[in-house]
């Protein structure tokens, strides 16, 4: 079984501290992904990277970036947080769609991140 | 703005009554997902469904599409208290079909 490992459930940090989401999955999966979850407003794409070193902007990027220097490892940098990216973060990789036609994406247990 | 729709919102029923759920999508697709979140998890995919296909089955799960209408129907048959979850669909949204659009979600609560 694909497992997306999250490194954790839950966070506390500081209105302007800088944050590391990090996120490893161990089915050599070329897509990764990073989500925001929240009430009323579904799951929204925050980044989307397809190989190592590459990445696409997905619907909210603002305040985020991302960094892929490994195959295996996605990671979520809040540059300096703020109270409204209280959120629960869940990455997801998936098999690349170009090679294996439209692929299911594999979830990790999501890291839910407070912001004080 | 979401691609997919669900509806309801929230489904509560009595364990081994069948629970079915819907979503509607506004642009054309290559395939339709669904995917189940349990409380504080992560989300599993149940079943991916392609554009030229009209119904897929696993286990007790029945999945349907109707392209002209743009929608789509989970059927969870014979339900069990373990089946109370939150229900995705989900849609490509882009041409290679490596990126989704979630719905809202159905909150679903089977009662034992």
């Known amino acids: 079984d694909v497992k997306v490992t999250q490194s954790s459930r839950y966070l506390v940090k500081r209105t302007g501290e800088k944050v590391f989401l990090e996120c490893v999955q161990d089915m050599d999966h070329e897509n990764m992904f990073w989500y925001r979850q929240d009430p009323g407003l579904g799951l929204r794409l925050i980044y989307f990277?397809?190989?190592?070193?590459?990445?696409e902007k997905g619907d909210i990027p603002e305040g985020y970036s991302v960094s892929r220097e490994k195959k295996e490892r996605f990671s979520l940098i809040l540059e300096s947080a703020s109270t409204n990216q209280t959120s629960m973060y869940l990455c997801a990789s998936s098999r690349g769609a170009r090679s294996f036609g439209n692929q299911p994406q594999h979830f990790g247990d999501g890291t839910r991140l407070s912001i004080l | 703005s979401q691609q997919g729709e669900e509806d309801p919102q929230a489904l509560s029923i009595q364990e081994g009554e069948n629970a079915t759920m819907n979503c509607s999508y506004k642009t054309s697709i290559n395939n339709l997902q669904w995917y189940r979140q349990n409380s504080g998890r992560g989300l599993v995919h149940l079943i991916l469904i392609r554009s030229n296909e009209r119904e897929k089955h696993s286990g007790r799960l029945r999945v349907t599409l109707d392209t002209s209408k743009k929608s789509s129907s989970l059927l969870i048959t014979a339900s069990r208290a373990a089946d109370t979850a939150s229900y995705f669909c989900?849609?490509?949204?882009?041409?290679?079909?490596?990126?989704?659009?979630f719905g809202g979600g159905t909150r679903l609560m089977v009662k034992p």
């Open positions: 989900a849609t490509s949204r882009d041409n290679a079909g490596n990126m989704l659009t």
């Open positions: 990277s397809y190989d190592v070193k590459m990445k």
